[in-house]
């Protein structure tokens, strides 16, 4: 808290009475509790705890990404660092659920249900599909493994091309372009650094083919904005599903609301049900290995 005072098993014990040498940053805390959890002054009030720690030498974090300042300041300090795979597998089903919501097109479904109309539409397979996974780390992974039951061709893109038993093919980042046109979905489930910030841009969207679907389950500057919402307002028949933003929450009075083209979501892809319980798992195994003096396998 401000007062500088933690609440363990909601029993007030001043820091001064102990000293730390791990910090854990649980989904609990950020997406639990009354308050839907710590609120974002709240939240760099907890790292600023930790950088201002003469005894904390370790922080598990139960975000698959670092990007956020206030990570990249523990990371700067020089304290060691690791994230985790625990919202993987929700957000892999998040996005499988996403694509299918839209080829479907279950609203239509849903809206001719509630009218009580009996209408026999065709719909959209996604059997011979050719998906482009924009990020073939973790989460591109587990987002393969879903797909390819369904006959859908997988290509990964990734600075190392190097073969994949989950992939159909493997290209660089570079050569992604080449791959664009003929892919009916492209999921973007890189990181954010230097390299890939603005790497959705008008070339891109450009190359990308008619009919395409664009996911991003990564992250909200990944994307240009002001690109794709020129792309979408083209005649092209081009869809995108966003679950991240440059801003978030999402301002009001952003044109994606309500955009016909547009399915979004807040930033909850890797929120699902098992996330916690996997969160804790990844913990204690990370927690067994830093006391045995082992490797820790996320530490970045």
């Known amino acids: 808290t401000s007062s500088g005072v933690q609440l363990p098993d909601g029993s007030p014990v001043e820091t001064t009475d102990y000293k730390p040498e791990i910090a854990w940053i649980p989904i609990d805390l950020l997406f639990a509790g009354t308050s839907n959890g710590m609120t974002v002054s709240e939240f760099l009030l907890f790292t600023e705890a930790i950088t201002d720690s003469a005894t904390i030498k370790w922080v598990q974090s139960c975000l698959a990404g670092a990007d956020a300042p206030p990570l990249q300041k523990i990371i700067s300090a020089g304290i060691r660092f690791s994230n985790s795979d625990s ?39 996604i059997n011979g599909n050719t998906w482009l996974i924009v990020g073939f780390g973790s989460i591109g992974r587990e987002i393969a493994k879903r797909a390819k ?46 390299e890939t910030r603005g790497l959705i841009d008008k070339d891109f969207l450009s190359s990308m083919g008619d009919g395409s679907i664009l996911v991003n389950v990564s992250r909200g ?23 991240v933003f440059d801003v978030e929450p999402l301002e009001p009075s952003s044109p994606l609301w309500n955009h016909r083209k547009v399915t979004l979501t807040s930033h909850i892809a890797g929120a699902g049900s098992g996330i916690t319980k996997r969160g804790d798992d990844v913990f204690l195994e990370q927690l067994n290995a830093y006391l045995s003096g082992d490797d820790l396998r996320l530490e970045l």
Not at 235 to 241: E, M, V
């Open 87 to 125: 919202p993987n597998a929700g957000v892999a089903e998040y996005t499988m659920a996403a694509i299918m919501n839209v080829v479907h097109d279950w609203e239509e479904r849903i809206n001719n249900q509630r009218k009580g109309e009996w209408i026999q539409k065709g719909w959209t397979e």
């Open 149 to 194: 039951p369904f006959g859908v061709e997988v290509v990964g893109a990734r600075r190392s091309p190097a073969a994949d038993p989950l992939a159909d093919r493997m290209v660089t980042m570079s050569s992604i372009h080449e791959v664009l046109p003929s892919a009916d979905v492209v999921v973007v489930a890189c990181p954010l650094t230097d």
């Open 221 to 243: 500057p990944v994307v240009n904005t002001r690109d794709l919402l020129e792309a979408l307002n083209s005649d092209r028949d081009l869809k995108a599903i966003l679950d």
